[in-house]
């Protein structure tokens, strides 16, 4: 792997170098992780012009984090209370070099005011998401690690829908998911698990509440698996009792339909709007536009939340190997709701269309 993140670090250099700056700091834990392989909490990396230094606040000595890529050079700040990124950039100047990219949008202004007092002659340029466009685009190991996080998230789902519901808190069922995840492999959760029951089924980001499972309830599980690092999701809608009610079959219908629609769209060179447009237009035309999400789907991978976003005014086009949710949904105050999420990877046609990573059956299922 070390050949792969000195990849990573070649084509951020490129960049650098292109806008203007021969070095970079890079102190998004992600983006560390992303180029370093694995870094301890707080570290930061340092692109410069003679070498790369990981800069840590202390010893990486913690074997649950993994050990950084061997051709980096693993620096320690020699005291506590130290700031790595402060270090970092007096070791860019050390180095020579005239200006540093950083990242604007991770630092806050007390730390660049920091970073500024230590090399005041050094040129501040902004490295903008220049990390997070290089991992828009997943190579077959990456996708492997979400392939192996979503297994782990269906077992532990289809555990789950094996087990006496009623009468169970949301709260119980999400903590039984979490324990269960960890216990397949998962580093842990990849979010907090949301179970919904009731009322609240359908709604997007619910945090489980003392609710317990009632017979004819609609019952929504959104969970996921961090696997070394990689972060997947998958959402599922079901019935708790023998047979759902004629109102429930149909809405749980036009979100399958809605989400089916957004998968089918998946596709190289397909546009972010578009694949949100072929979702969301299946539940407009039923008359629920002013109840949907913001959202259709997102990137995931080494945070739940990445590019690319599938959303109305989204700018940009898919490219092969993203990986991707697609997560439409309908809540009806008062009566719950459904919501059907997968992780996918866009693939083009001839390797046989978009790959489902989530495979737990999307049949409604009278639990």
Same mark, same amino acid.
């Given at each position: 792997m070390s050949e792969v993140y000195a990849a990573r670090r070649t084509r951020l250099r490129e960049r650098c170098k292109a806008s203007g700056s021969a070095a970079a700091l890079v102190s998004r834990p992600a983006n560390v992780r992303y180029l370093a392989g694995a870094a301890p909490h707080g570290a930061v990396l340092l692109l410069g012009e003679t070498e790369d230094i990981l800069l840590c606040p202390g010893p990486p000595d913690d074997p649950a984090e993994g050990r950084p890529d061997e051709a980096l050079h693993v620096q320690s700040l020699p005291g506590a209370g130290g700031d790595p990124a402060v270090a970092a950039a007096g070791l860019a100047a050390a180095q020579g070099g005239d200006s540093l990219a950083?990242? $604007?949008?991770?630092? =806050?202004?007390?730390?660049?005011? *920091?970073?500024?007092?230590?090399?005041?002659?050094?040129?501040?340029?902004?490295?903008?998401?220049?990390?997070?466009?290089?991992?828009?685009?997943?190579?077959?190991? $990456?996708?492997?690690?979400?392939?192996?996080?979503?297994?782990?998230?269906?077992?532990?789902?289809?555990?789950?829908? $094996?087990?006496?519901?009623?009468?169970? =808190?949301?709260?119980?069922?999400?903590?039984?998911? $979490?324990?269960?995840?960890?216990?397949?492999?998962?580093? &842990?959760? *990849?979010?907090?698990?949301?179970?919904?029951?009731?009322?609240?089924?359908?709604?997007?980001?619910?945090?489980? =509440?003392?609710?317990?499972?009632?017979?004819?309830?609609?019952?929504?599980?959104?969970?996921?698996?961090?696997?070394? &690092?990689?972060?997947?999701?998958?959402?599922?809608?079901?019935?708790?009792?023998?047979?759902?009610?004629?109102?429930?079959?149909?809405?749980?219908?036009?979100?399958?339909?809605?989400?089916?629609? &957004?998968?089918?769209?998946?596709?190289? &060179? *397909?546009?972010?709007r578009d694949v949100d447009r072929a979702a969301r237009q299946v539940l407009d035309s039923a008359g629920y536009a002013e109840r949907l999400p913001a959202l259709t789907g997102h990137g995931v991978g080494l945070e739940i939340d990445e590019d690319p976003q599938l959303a109305p005014s989204a700018m940009g086009k898919l490219d092969a190997c993203v990986p991707v949710t697609v997560e439409p949904g309908v809540h009806l105050p008062g009566r719950g709701g459904v919501r059907i999420d997968d992780t996918l990877v866009v693939r083009p046609e001839a390797d046989g269309g978009p790959e489902l990573l989530t495979i737990t059956t999307k049949e409604l299922l009278a639990l």
């Open positions: 950083v990242e $604007e949008h991770h630092l =806050t202004v007390a730390r660049h005011r *920091a970073i500024r007092s230590v090399v005041p002659r050094l040129r501040l340029a902004d490295l903008g998401g220049a990390v997070e466009q290089l991992r828009v685009v997943k190579d077959e190991e $990456e996708i492997s690690c979400l392939r192996i996080g979503a297994e782990i998230a269906d077992q532990a789902l289809g555990e789950l829908l $094996e087990s006496i519901l009623v009468g169970r =808190t949301e709260r119980h069922l999400a903590l039984e998911i $979490e324990r269960r995840l960890v216990d397949h492999g998962a580093d &842990g959760p *990849a979010f907090a698990t949301s179970v919904a029951t009731g009322p609240n089924a359908g709604r997007r980001g619910h945090r489980p =509440t003392d609710r317990r499972v009632e017979e004819g309830d609609f019952l929504s599980v959104c969970l996921g698996a961090t696997y070394r &690092g990689y972060r997947c999701e998958i959402g599922r809608t079901f019935v708790i009792g023998t047979s759902p009610a004629d109102w429930q079959i149909e809405l749980y219908d036009l979100v399958f339909a809605a989400q089916r629609a &957004g998968r089918e769209s998946l596709a190289p &060179g *397909a546009a972010y």
